[in-house]
């Protein structure tokens, strides 16, 4: 089983921020990041986790906003940390492959080998208005890019061969020129020469993480992801999705075991069940409904006076091919809410804990037990963990889940690897090494 | 006096990595650089250097190639050191401002107030191919965007008030949304609508440095650039700049006082002088001349038969009007090889010590006469100090330059300020304080 804690300044909870244990400025807190790795750390996971967009979302008033770049952030914590993996999100739609390959490499290099990227094409049109664009491109179209972005980024991982380097101090030839090669890339959305300007990282690729899960997410995921985080609600849609992406990568040539499924959940965690759903009621009651009503309006692409609190949602929404934006957040959503019936207001406390993952609520035992409930059905090959109180709730799931799913052998007791593809027991790319097999032959 | 280390795998000799002591793979081993960072922060350097361009060139066989992201490398090494600068260079012609901006920014975050951004344009079309461009844009358009990419990058770190943050847990507003406002940047080069998504940094920007010679250049430092890198063969070429550069700054309205300027000097350092000279004879016996005669055709785009060894440049080089790559870096090594009537041979032997910028070679107390003289004489407000073997050059410098020009009073003998504008003596920015300074008038 893979563990990953999705870290996020006070907690996944939007109230969070308002306990009086809350450090209300975590958001820019490097100190508190080193910390949350090294419980992390102290817990096994095999990595944490931030995500990312380029843009601020208007509403400061409503909770901490803003963040640290990722890259720099995890870099940060890689000095304060010694084997667990650090997955940073960064955009395909706002970045160029070139620049952003060759930092995901330089992490990787930094922190000897446990960079992973979590690739996304950044939905919704504020982003865009930040890098020259009136609106977004197109979903379709967003992807597209996404898929031949990865395509420069392993030919430019690759564009150094692991032994180009030879250091010949006597002769005084450096490196190999033979084994730097440009990649002369030309395709729709990119031309680009390479090689890159830096030698092959330890990994060869940072892990390629992917989140997205409408019906494009899903097709890069098969084709690309090495690991892929998803929110489902019940543990059908759970076991479901984990077939469906599982055969979509068979049917591509991979072996499924090479792609890693893990679904989020929102531990909420009492010593007794009834001090669980205790917590879970002070979160929900600190929540300022009229802000959490104008995000789901924003989307579900509505008003929010089109939202009244003590009804359910309208009946006449838009189609999932209709929004260009985050098109999995918004269908999960609007089936959470019609499934359960839920009025608005229902809707926001389930939002608010997790923002439509899986909640868990109860003790470690009930926690672990379901856990591996999912685990053992097939929906998950692990979890990602999403605490709804930071550092309080990564410390309660490290020192109290952890160990009874080690006791019930789930979970590693020690880190048997250096980096984060040793973790997820994925192979190191072999790159560009055909010399190699003949001087080994 | 101010003292910047511009750091450089196994340092600014090409030669250097081919010396019994040398690490050869230095250029991507972090370690290196965080103990070159140490032994600056030991010698109360005001800050570390790197530069940087996103291209390799081409010939690996040469000498280290390859390099890690300076901003990356810059946040690994902040978590190593306490008080020393950390300057990046970072290309305006190959990056976006949003995502630039907020990395510097970050930067600025997890090092308590200690970034600085080295901003250049990247000559040559190497670059341009790794960007989706046949060639390079012209070089008055490269320093335009530049001008452009500074003003929104400034509005962007303006976009948070300093006093945005609220973080009343009591009444649940965490910010206030008039101090955090969208920027609505439209220029020719840009359309940005911001805010930044992260609070105002300790530094309010980063400490802004400029190293471009030419008359473009000069005009983009004279108006924003807070401290010059600049490369300078003699006492009065240096001075000329320094008069020049601090008179277009007070033209433009500001206190000249505000631009540092640090020629870049290769300090040779022995415990005689003549030990001092048999290590740059040891070090430029070990250039392999083919492979530097080869760089230096490119720079002055001739073809390397056009250069017999043994003959001075040829007569009929373009002028540096028709160069629309590193400008002054043409100019610096055409004007050396005609004032000095130096063969090819001996060319290479001056440009592999220092590629340009000045060598000082002789005692420590030789080198801190040097340093003194320049100094005294409105050469320069301090010195870009470039080893040429690292790390032992930069600790000899360290250990044997430094406490000379401290027992001087010429240098710090200890930090008194917390940030990289402290240790230069320039103020933080002011940012969009109105509603601050009418609540406390």
Chains 1, 2 share one sequence.
Do not use: C
């Not at 990282?201 to 494009?216: M, N, R, T």
């Not at 605490?387 to 590693?412: E, K, N």
């Amino acid at each position: 089983m893979h563990l990953n804690a999705f870290l996020m300044s006070t907690g996944h909870h939007e109230a969070s921020w308002r306990l009086p244990e809350s450090n209300p400025v975590a958001n820019t807190d490097v100190e508190h990041y080193r910390e949350l790795a090294r419980t992390a750390e102290r817990g096994k996971f095999d990595s944490i986790f931030f995500a990312d967009s380029p843009v601020l979302f208007s509403d400061v008033g409503r909770r901490p906003a803003g963040s640290l770049e990722p890259t720099v952030l995890l870099t940060a914590i890689a000095a304060a940390t010694e084997r667990i993996g650090l997955i940073a999100t960064a955009s395909t739609t706002y970045n160029d492959p070139y620049n952003l390959a060759r930092r995901f490499a330089s992490v990787d290099h930094v922190s000897a080998g446990r960079a992973g990227w979590n690739v996304v094409t950044t939905a919704g049109p504020d982003a865009a208005k930040n890098f020259n664009l009136a609106d977004q491109p197109a979903h379709a179209e967003r992807y597209d890019r996404a898929a031949e972005f990865l395509e420069v980024a392993f030919k430019l991982w690759d564009s150094w061969q692991d032994d180009a380097t030879l250091a010949d101090k006597e002769s005084g030839v450096w490196g190999d020129n033979d084994k730097v090669q440009p990649i002369e890339h030309v395709g729709r959305h990119f031309q680009v020469r390479g090689p890159l300007n830096l030698p092959r990282s330890p990994q060869g690729y940072p892990l390629i993480v992917q989140a997205g899960s409408s019906e494009d997410g899903k097709g890069l995921a098969a084709r690309y992801a090495e690991a892929v985080f998803t929110a489902q609600q019940t543990l059908e849609d759970a076991q479901a999705f984990y077939a469906d992406l599982k055969s979509r990568a068979a049917a591509l040539g991979r072996d499924p075991d090479g792609l890693k499924i893990l679904p989020g959940i929102v531990p909420v965690i009492g010593s007794t069940e009834s001090e669980a759903q205790a917590l879970e009621r002070e979160l929900d009651e600190l929540i300022k409904p009229e802000y959490a009503r104008q995000q789901l309006a924003r989307t579900l692409r509505v008003q929010p006076e089109d939202l009244p609190f003590d009804q359910p949602l309208p009946a006449d929404l838009p189609d999932e091919d209709e929004i260009e934006g985050a098109k999995s957040r918004y269908t999960l959503i609007v089936t959470l809410a019609r499934r359960e019936n839920l009025t608005v207001r229902q809707l926001i406390g389930r939002l608010g804990g997790g923002r439509g993952h899986r909640t868990f609520t109860g003790t470690p035992d009930q926690v672990a037990d379901a856990i591996q409930s999912w685990f053992e059905a097939d929906a998950a090959d692990g979890f990602n963990i999403m605490p709804p109180v930071l550092p309080s709730g990564l410390v309660t799931f490290t020192d109290q889940v952890v160990p009874i799913l080690q006791a019930r052998g789930l979970f590693r007791t020690e880190y048997t690897g250096t980096t984060l593809r040793d973790h997820y027991g994925l192979p190191r790319p072999a790159g560009r090494t055909a010399s190699l097999q003949e001087a080994t032959a």
